[in-house]
């Protein structure tokens, strides 16, 4: 059964801190890796990775794919309070013509100011 | 990134009844839209998968007779919670694709339902 785990579960960390999360994944095929943020409502779109090694970047946000290890990580560096919120990690198992996504747990992030 | 609307974004109803929830993809074709559940501070569960023109495909689990989808143009599709009850107050969300192979899913805002 294809699944996605995500680690830690939640953190509080201090304005200003750098946090990184995690994302590792089984799936019998792999098409892509998502991370969403979502915040009072549905999940927005932040990153879509299907190369390894190959950084991301939007702002104080980036994030990198390791096809072998199965994994991903979502780095926030001088995290402020506006990027509490729960991280999604999700993947794209290549399921036919759907495309559906495999979801993780998420990562709930409370930034203190 | 494309923009997907859900309508209504909150609807409180008595057990019983029937609600509908739409989605559109406002601009851009979606060729696949996806209906997910949510239950508070857990992630996304996903219900169904709908493409326009076909049945939608159920996830296990999902009584496709009381979650009735519909994608009936490449812009719109709706989910009907009919009979509903206590136990079906959830905050639903549906996303959209523009196609197959490559891509991310956009998501509306979602819709939070209440059955009293």
């Known amino acids: 059964e294809d699944k996605v785990v995500q680690s830690p579960l939640s953190l509080v960390v201090h304005e200003g801190d750098t946090v990184t999360l995690n994302c590792s994944y089984e799936?019998?095929?792999?098409?892509?890796l998502l991370w969403y943020k979502q915040e009072k409502k549905a999940p927005t779109f932040l990153f879509m990775l299907t190369s390894s090694g190959i950084e991301k970047k939007s702002g104080r946000l980036s994030s990198i794919l390791d096809k072998k290890e199965l994994s991903s990580i979502l780095n926030i560096t001088a995290t402020q309070t506006g990027d509490s919120a729960i991280y999604l990690c999700a993947v794209d198992p290549l399921l036919g013509y759907g495309n559906k996504l495999v979801f993780g747990a998420g990562t709930i992030l409370r930034v203190k100011s | 990134g494309a923009v997907v609307s859900q309508h209504p974004s909150r609807v409180i109803c008595k057990s019983g009844t029937s609600v509908k929830i739409e989605c559109r993809s406002l601009d851009f074709q979606a060729t696949t839209m996806f209906w997910y559940r949510q239950f508070p501070k857990k992630s996304l569960m996903l219900m169904a998968t709908?493409?326009?023109?076909?049945?939608?495909?159920?996830e296990q689990g999902v009584e496709k007779d009381k979650f009735l989808i519909n994608h009936a143009s490449l812009t719109l599709s709706t989910l009907t919670v009919t009979s509903a009850h206590p136990e079906d107050s959830s905050f639903y969300i549906c996303?959209?694709?523009?196609?197959?192979?490559?891509?991310?899913?956009?998501f509306g805002p979602g819709t939070r339902l209440t059955v009293l």
């Open positions: 799936v019998t095929n792999f098409r892509s």
């Open positions: 709908s493409n326009e023109g076909s049945k939608a495909t159920y």
């Open positions: 996303s959209a694709k523009g196609g197959p192979g490559v891509g991310e899913q956009f």
